[in-house]
C-alpha cells in the first residue's frame, strides 16, 4: 500500500452504534485508534481514509471494529505492507532473485544492498537478508579495540554463488570511522570472523564488497579492522556484469569493479575506450583498505554522457601495477 487508500466495508447489524479504525505493526501488542466513528455506513462506503506516508514502511495490522447497543463488539482484521519510500516492496527481502537476469535485494529501510549477476545461481533463489545477533562471548579474529556494528544474515536456498555478488551496508551514524567487513561463521562452539574488507563509498555513507557466498556478516569498527596479507598491487579484478546498458535497455545500468588489495593504499580506477582514449576516471588517486573493494561506473563519460556501445577497458593501478579487464556496453 502506497500514499492514500480507502477501506471500504459496510455493517449488517440493526443494532449497529458505532465502529473503531486501528493500526498496529506486526508483532506489537498496543493497537493505535485513527478514528472512532457512531454513523452507519452505507454498503460497500468508505470507512476511513489512510494516509500511509504517516507511518513507516513496514508490515502493518488493521482492524476494524463494529460495535452494538448491547455492548459487544466483532472484529475485522487484515495485514498490509506499507511501501512509500525506497526500495519497493518488489526488491525488499525476501525477494526472488532471477538466475538468468540476477537482480537487486535490499532491507527494508536500505541498510543492506545484495547486487546478485546474471547467471550467478542454476535456478531462481529466494533471498531473506535478516538481521544477525552479536555472540554473547567475544568471536575469534575480532580485532583489538574493534566495536560490533550492524549485522546481517543472508539466506537462499543455493547459498554459493558462480559469480561475485555485490554487498553494499550502510555505514549510518558512523562515515568517519575506519570500518570493514567481515564474514561470520557460527561454529559448533565459537563464532569466527573472516575479513572481506570493503571500500567506502563517495560520500562515505556506505562501505561495499563482493561475496562467492551467502551467510552472515558484520561491519567492524576501529583502527585495527583493515588487516591485508601484505602484497603489492591489485588482483583478482572481476568486472560484474560483463554486459551492461546505462540507457535500461535489458541488461544492469551499473558495472561493479571489484578488486583484492593486500594493504591499505592509493590507486586508480578508469575506464578507456578500444583506441586506449580515456573515457572516465571513476577514482583518481583513491584510499582503499586491504581486502575486497569494490568501485562502480554508471556507464557514463566524464561529461556526464552515456558512452556508446562498444567495447571497454576497465584499468585499476595500485603500487604502480595496472591490471585490465574488457567490458560490453549496449544500448538499446
Not at 84 to 90: C, E
Request: with cysteine.
Amino acid at each position: 500500500m502506497r500514499d492514500t487508500v480507502d477501506v471500504l466495508g459496510s455493517v449488517a447489524d440493526a443494532r449497529f452504534a458505532g465502529y473503531t479504525f486501528e493500526i498496529r505493526p506486526q508483532g506489537t501488542q498496543r493497537w493505535d485508534t485513527l478514528l472512532v466513528s457512531t454513523a452507519l455506513p452505507a454498503a460497500g462506503d468508505t470507512l476511513f481514509r489512510w494516509n500511509t506516508k504517516a507511518v513507516l514502511d513496514g508490515v502493518w495490522e488493521l482492524r476494524v471494529g463494529s460495535s452494538d447497543n448491547l455492548g459487544l463488539t466483532g472484529y475485522v482484521q487484515v495485514t498490509v505492507t506499507i511501501d512509500n519510500l525506497a526500495p519497493s516492496a518488489s526488491v525488499t527481502s525476501p525477494a526472488k532473485v532471477d538466475h538468468v537476469q540476477g537482480g537487486r535485494i535490499f532491507t527494508t529501510f536500505g541498510e543492506v544492498e545484495l547486487d546478485v549477476p546474471p547467471n550467478a545461481w542454476p535456478s531462481d533463489q529466494i533471498v531473506v537478508i535478516d538481521p544477525l545477533r552479536q555472540p554473547v562471548t567475544p568471536p575469534v579474529g575480532m580485532p583489538p579495540g574493534a566495536i560490533w556494528g550492524s549485522s546481517w544474515a543472508l539466506e537462499a536456498g543455493d547459498p554459493t554463488l558462480d559469480k561475485p555478488a555485490t554487498l553494499i551496508l550502510s555505514l549510518a551514524g558512523a562515515p568517519n570511522v575506519p570500518a570493514a567487513i567481515y564474514r561470520v561463521e557460527a561454529g559448533a562452539t565459537d563464532t569466527t570472523l573472516v575479513p572481506l574488507g570493503g571500500a567506502r563509498s563517495a560520500d562515505g555513507a556506505s562501505i561495499s564488497t563482493t561475496i562467492s557466498s551467502l551467510g552472515g556478516v558484520v561491519v567492524l569498527y576501529g583502527a585495527n579492522v583493515a588487516t591485508g596479507a601484505g602484497y603489492s598491487g591489485a588482483r583478482g579484478l572481476d568486472c560484474q556484469p560483463r554486459v551492461l546498458s546505462p540507457n535500461g535497455g535489458g541488461y544492469a545500468t551499473r558495472l561493479a569493479i571489484s578488486f583484492d588489495l593486500g594493504k591499505s593504499g592509493n590507486g586508480a580506477v578508469k575506464v578507456f575506450d578500444r583506441a586506449g582514449r580515456l573515457v572516465r576516471e571513476v577514482v583518481e588517486d583513491g584510499a582503499f583498505p586491504p581486502g575486497r573493494n569494490v568501485v562502480f561506473w554508471d556507464g557514463k563519460d566524464a561529461s556526464g554522457r552515456v558512452v556508446p556501445s562498444g567495447l571497454y577497458v576497465v584499468a585499476v593501478r595500485f603500487d604502480g601495477e595496472t591490471s585490465v579487464a574488457s567490458v560490453a556496453v549496449a544500448n538499446r
